[in-house]
């Protein structure tokens, strides 16, 4: 099966995500992918050239050893608005001479305008397209004045797909109230892989290395810090209540818009020993990091962004068997309920309460055991062979 992937996000840099997961392993199995995406970091890339230049990756994997991914990565002008206007050309003219040349069995989105220029393509050219949602793609989109526009191209996708796949019940019904037929709407939620993410990792040097005391409570955070993703009102309540929360540090893992400003809360208030901010790491490195923490967190904004989100590393955390202490969410409430080894707050500043209670009352361990059964059947090789059934009913179909 020959697999043709867009998405207007970086392949290369960001993730892995739900579709490098996915696409790796179906590459492990013998299907050939190749992605089309988009430099969405260039704004971050000092230097640069304003026209960027066709590339394409070889080999490319993030999320396991053995996937085989080419990235294929058309120019662009690198100026704000610009950048659009010429994905649109650029974009238009890989997909269709990737359609010509590697001639796919199935093409599959990601993103909303390439995605859009990719379903038509592949309807002319009589190709299953499948839209997969993992986002409310037009509330991410940075211009505030083109989110109207964003949220038109994403329900006229989700219109016209040969089918629509979602990451977790509540997209699907968002997928729906946007006007994809429910029939041909379904869930393909998040995998974990188990020899990666197991219980048997030995943390003990990785903590010393750390500077984590005997005692101390590691809450730990990993991912792109956005604005809205409430570390910094976590680190705010720990610098004013140093002394309150003096066996609780904070472990967090990636970089992004928040970076700047927690390392500044973090200096101005000498919390040195109290947060510890590093750089990615190597995915296989993470787990590691996961072992040596005591409790997971994911305080986001309860905003329009994350509402339905249900994060792959929600999955991660809890296979490890970390209890995760997380903003109420509707999208996480669907997906992992009560009593599950999820635990909810109204509000960031709320973590740091509820992380002295579990310690207080000899929690930890007992909630992450109930995060750890409740993930039990997610495996990626269950996940992904559903997936590739789904695409091979798909192509049958065409045929």
Not at 135 to 159: C, F, T
Not at 173 to 195: C, N
Request: proline residues 4%; glycine residues 6%.
């Amino acid at each position: 099966m020959r697999i043709l992937v867009v998405q207007e996000s970086d392949w290369l840099e960001k993730g892995p995500h739900q579709s490098h997961h996915l696409m790796e392993r179906l590459s492990i199995l013998g299907h050939e992918v190749r992605v089309i995406d988009y430099e969405i970091l260039w704004r971050e890339h000092a230097g640069h050239e304003v026209v960027s230049k066709r590339s394409v990756h070889y080999g490319v994997h993030k999320a396991t050893e053995n996937g085989n991914i080419t990235v294929v990565r058309p120019a662009i002008l690198r100026l704000p608005i610009l950048d659009y206007l010429s994905l649109a050309y650029t974009h238009r003219k890989e997909i269709q001479r990737q359609i010509n040349e590697y001639k796919p069995n199935v093409v599959i989105g990601f993103g909303l305008l390439n995605a859009c220029i990719a379903l038509r393509l592949a309807k002319k050219a009589r190709i299953p397209f499948v839209y997969y949602v993992i986002d409310e793609l037009h509330r991410l989109v940075p211009e505030a004045v083109l989110r109207p526009l964003a949220k038109w191209i994403e329900r006229s996708n989700m219109n016209a797909s040969t089918i629509v796949v979602s990451i977790n019940e509540a997209l699907r019904e968002y997928t729906i109230q946007m006007g994809a037929h429910p029939d041909k709407t379904s869930v393909v939620r998040a995998g974990i892989d188990f020899g990666l993410y197991n219980i048997g990792i030995d943390s003990r040097e990785l903590r010393k290395e750390l500077g984590i005391q005997e005692g101390e409570v590691v809450l730990f955070f990993m991912g792109w810090l956005y604005g809205f993703s409430g570390l910094k009102e976590v680190a705010l309540h720990l610098a004013r209540e140093p002394m309150k929360y003096g066996r609780i540090k904070l472990l967090i893992i990636g970089k992004g818009e928040l970076w700047d400003t927690i390392e500044r809360i973090r200096m101005n208030n000498h919390l040195e020993n109290k947060i510890v901010l590093l750089d990615w790491k190597p995915y296989n490195e993470v787990p590691g990091y996961i072992a040596a923490s005591d409790i997971c967190i994911l305080p986001a904004y309860n905003n329009q962004v994350m509402k339905n989100i249900v994060p792959i590393k929600m999955y991660e955390y809890m296979a490890s068997q970390k209890p995760v202490i997380a903003t109420r969410l509707p999208g996480l409430v669907k997906e992992f309920g009560e009593n599950n080894g999820v635990l909810y707050v109204d509000k960031p500043e709320e973590v740091l309460k509820l992380a002295e209670e579990l310690e207080e009352s000899n929690r930890i361990q007992s909630e992450g055991i109930k995060a750890r059964k409740f993930v039990g059947p997610s495996s990626w090789d269950i996940v992904v062979g559903e997936f590739e059934e789904k695409l091979i009913h798909l192509i049958g179909q065409k045929r």
